[in-house]
């Protein structure tokens, strides 16, 4: 069964790090593209962030730019997205999406889905 967990969302204070976590199980991700989505409350889902099968990080959201920075380690079948200067206008629940190969924008390419985890920016 193919399964994506999501990790590592909480509470941080403006300014602050987290560091996400993407785990897949039943298929590694020497061929799968891995993005990050986020949906913030009343808003619709927006892509962030998305790395190749090779390893190549495509940064989605301007907002973000320069403050967020995606990686793996394929040996754990893991992707991370590590945040950092976080404001509060980042509070969403994030989401990991997995298509095979190269990234996209769009979520209706993705085929696998994680549950989500909580990021709440606030002091």
């Known amino acids: 069964q193919l399964q994506l967990v999501e990790s590592g969302g909480g509470l941080v204070q403006p300014g602050g790090s987290l560091r996400l976590s993407c785990a897949a199980s039943g298929f590694t991700l020497d061929h799968s593209a891995v993005g990050w989505f986020r949906q913030a409350p009343g808003k619709e889902l927006e892509g962030v962030s998305c790395?190749?099968?090779?390893?190549?990080?495509?940064i989605y959201a301007d907002s973000v730019k320069g403050g967020f920075i995606i990686f793996k380690d394929n040996a754990k079948h893991t992707v991370y997205l590590e945040m950092n200067s976080l404001p509060p206008a980042d509070t969403a629940i994030y989401y990991c999406a997995a298509l095979y190969y190269s990234c996209s924008v769009r979520a209706d390419d993705y085929d696998t889905w994680g549950q989500g985890t909580q990021v709440t920016v606030s002091s």
């Open positions: 790395l190749t099968s090779r390893g190549v990080p495509t």
